[in-house]
């Protein structure tokens, strides 16, 4: 199966190791068809960053949809923010899946709760509101930042691997956490080193993204398209986006 | 005082409705600066829309804040989706009020529970988790759809009020709603005589959120940039959108 | 329009510092109609101030319906356990706002999540029980105590502000509060200064609902009459409280 | 053991029938002391009755510790809106139950789930704001009225019991219903013959709050004096209920 | 009237603790039958020893009913868990109370908000789910561990007291805790004396369900059988617990 | 990948439905182990066939788990009821996946609500207990009962299809549900055919316990040991059970 593996940030190198993360864990098979956003934030960090996300991640699943000889099978959104999921879920024929709710999904599969450990604290709000919408706040016991940039997590020399351990160290000592899901894309290649040292699952979105897709096609189940998530209605869209508008497709 | 009053869908003639309401509402005194966006949907109709209407959004709270002589003192967002709200406040030095959570805050300091009466059922999922993410979800009773589309509000001939008023008939016998808000900025001009004909107060998002916008600006509040509405951070912005990307500002 | 704002204890000081916050934030052309209670409690603190409170409290409401040449628009209550507010939305023909929700409703539109620093502990649960039956426990992340009685804020040897500071600041750092809510009609002067030393908005309800009472008459809204707030019936009362039957007004 | 059982309406002749609801489920060795209010409503439907109902309600509590040679050992409280049970529970020495609680905590005991047949629909929302403060809602599948006011209950004319059959009827076919909490004191006489017509168990707060307070004192528990329940502080009380001031008891 | 308690594991010195605090609590005329569970494990803690209670736990059940020439008028389960208590429910006719949700019950009839101190923290996720479930959550302000192993509670050298008696002191301090109800049946011979030590009421699960189990017998109460406890359909078991196939009793 | 599927109730029929469904969903190189319970209910439906369904459960988990030459990677629970799931968990090292929130999983990756059509009436506050232990039931619209008994799932002549058809097509229409979970073990092979005719996608919770399965084993994620649950503690077990006495494996 394909499954479109979108960055909707516009780093290339993030989407590089995130597309890796997203290899070594998918089956064979399982072909991961990686794409950068080409428009909007080069990092998602905070509520701004994720509205302007959003048109080049729904251009990307467009564009996904459409393309080619292959039909993509699943599209994974690699922002932990799940940034435009449900949009793109009106969009695509294909079921879509966010890293953020793929890791709650799966450690609440494994755990009793389950912490988050993010980047800068300002995502906060975001994570726990989608916890809150998802339902899986009830088996989150904390959701913690460890003051990492985004880009940091691009720079070895950073230190944010240090800051991320203390952070998950913190949670597992004082808020009980049994797993901890890592809240961001960039720290998927951290995931299993961190198991090791703590003791504790710790979970990363984009394996669990993968992973979800696949179970998901496997199934043959595909996002329901009566009410939430019907089909946009044809419309006229204006300027700068006016290629967006949705066609008459019945 | 002057409101900035933004319809995030590209329909100005439904801008010139609500900003006819928005100046009704207002005390004298109080300038209302009503604005279309320039990008985006005609009209905003569920998830997917509400996505792509953000840029044209927040370009124009942009170009509120930047404009002319006089500073704009709050802004006003006219979709029911309370689109873009949050990002809107990382981006604005003055506060930003949607007009769904104004419709519904003044609900609920009237009437012990209130009913909402909305489009088209599609959005139906938005206003609930726009509540369940204010709180208030605890003080609606429903939220129901009249099947009415969001630019059938402009044609006098597409039967709208008789469908809305039947939905409000409905709510306040089956669910026990003491208060109606209307769930579209487009049916701005219908609440008065709601409110004589059903017995029951009948509330406009945009008189509601004028209020608002007058009473935090009246009393001296503005948002919290610290935690969830920080200012964005500086970074870079590709493509179609490069030029919304975020300043340093220190 | 003239709104009466009524102090549910019988301190007079305490009224006529309210008073002039009150005068202060109201905007040009609002009369502010201050009267204090005679009957009850010279300040509330806890659950039996609260019971004995409601008296004088609705008589007072009573009497400015009555009273005089000019209606009273909007009725403000003047203690932040929003004592009596549902009995006195059964009474008043205007609208009525407890100080303590419109603290809550402001705060929520200006921070994703709002602390509350009061006067004594024992005021902790009056509050979180108002919150919840608001709907905004979800939007507030501490409620704090001071250990300041309600009458030492009237003594300003008491060192009462320096202990409000500090929990405010305490609540900043450790519950990660984006804005504060004074919990106590008597800190109202306080507002203003400890919002420019703590770097968030500190917000006082007397103000807040001077400024919703103010929102709700000019938009034309008034208690829902169905319901939960439906006048009382007519019936015999007996004893001290005779005088307090509701009449037959059919 | 001495319970004291205050009917806080000031109607002696549902006094005696709740009375002799309360001795009929007493066991031999309890006595019940009956008292009605002397002072507010005849009957309390909604918020404003039972606002003005809790002077005499507290009156009564008091004189019943002040009194007599043999100590009271429990309070009951024989309003089904557990009107004034906080205050009460702050100036007792011994424990206070209210019916209305009393009958939801026996109900979620037999039932997965239970529901309650009040009388006015006015009195549905403070009845649904109780069950939220006791966290009990999630237990109650509903809240149904059956139109009758109160001192139809006592007037056998006035074909009250068959309006409250067909509620219990339908709540049971509708809602689900295990069991059947009866939401008023006068309907204490009731309980028991519905409860053979309809094959689940109908359930009188007055029995069901005496059993509580002997269980309650027949484990030596009593209300917790630290935190929302400690005793009023000393203050000066002003007017018609002076006489209500704290005293200081140290 | 005859109580028959079970205590689902097998230590039988732990049974004569329990029934002995037990009939301490009973009023006269009431008597306690205690009964040891014949299979299953020495001591309960954690989701695998309360799975293998339950058939132990059950025939204990169905003996009671079906013993003697005097009928079962109540069952107390006496694990803090409530191990079985809704199975118990299906298959008795008598009336069923867990130690843990008659704390749980007690406690909030006498304090704001109560904390739970238990054996190990291996309990808590049973002891809080227990809690949501009967919606009591809201009113437990925290659940503590002592890491007191069931069974040094049954060995006077072991230090436990201590222990227990120093996370009262904690969740006092630090949780506002107004009541502390006992997390294990072995605790019950404790709770007079940590009461008197520690100025809040400490509550004893045990005598707290026999009170209830009282209340429920004297006024007429047992378990719907419509719903949730239906009793259990005829059908076929196999192999070692074929015995406990229900039978068709119509 | 070995999966070990175990059918909690004893009807080795059903066992064989539900190893086909499972087969027809595993991906290439996943290897089903089917195993029927040898103790306990021919099919469970209620509390006490839950209960009693639990030994031989945990015996067929640590049969599978001591088994043979090649390895357990991973165990399902084909019960709706995800019986015993929690127990399992302790004892397993592989992770443990209960169709029931298999099912619920993957709707809420497909739908914003989903409802679930289940067997007898008595399964649904069983199925409503783990939706809000899960934190799902904020996603699921309405738990609906078929009237159709387990066993008669196996016999073609027992109109058991229609009526569960009839359900579906009731859920979909009142209850606004964009996707249905089946809500038995023994409905595996109808989910099909069912998406097919109604329009919004049928779940089946075998295929999507495997898919999780498959997708946990392959990112390489297992239940974690430190909390809720930690392995069993070692002790004396007696009785019928002695031989499930949990070993010390330090």
């Keep these: 199966m394909r499954i479109h593996l979108v960055n909707p940030n516009t780093t290339v190198s993030m989407t590089d190791k995130i597309a890796a993360a997203a290899r070594a864990a998918a089956r064979p098979g399982t072909e991961i068809v990686a794409r950068t956003s080409t428009m909007g934030p080069a990092s998602i960090e905070g509520h701004y960053d994720d509205a302007l996300a959003l048109p080049g ?18 599209h994974v959104i690699a922002c932990f923010d799940d940034t435009g999921l449900e949009a793109a879920r009106t969009l695509a024929r294909a079921p879509v899946i966010g890293i953020g709710e793929a890791g709650f999904h799966l450690a609440s599969l494994i755990a009793h709760r389950f912490a988050v450990v993010t980047t800068l ?18 088996r989150c016991c904390a959701v913690r930042a460890s003051e990492v940039a985004v880009l940091e997590l691009e720079d070895p020399a950073s230190g944010a691997r240090g800051r991320i351990a203390a952070e998950i160290a913190r949670t597992v000592a004082k808020d009980g956490a049994e797993a901890v899901v890592l809240g961001c894309a960039g720290m998927a290649d ?50 700068l ?3 967006f508008a949705p066609k008459d497709t019945a």
């Design 121 to 138: 604290s300002r995502s906060i709000p975001v994570i726990e509101a989608n916890l809150m919408r998802y339902g899986l706040d009830r």
């Design 57 to 74: 991640l729904l251009a990307a699943i467009a564009e996904a949809e459409r393309a080619g000889d292959q039909p993509t099978d699943a």
């Design 190 to 239: 951290l995931a299993r080193a961190l198991t090791a040292e703590h003791g504790v699952p710790v979970i990363d979105g984009v394996a669990s993204a993968v992973a979800l897709a696949e179970a998901l096609v496997g199934t043959g189940l595909a996002t329901s398209k009566r009410g939430a998530y019907a089909p946009p209605r044809p419309k006229v869209y204006t300027g």
């Design 241 to 243: 986006l006016a290629d």
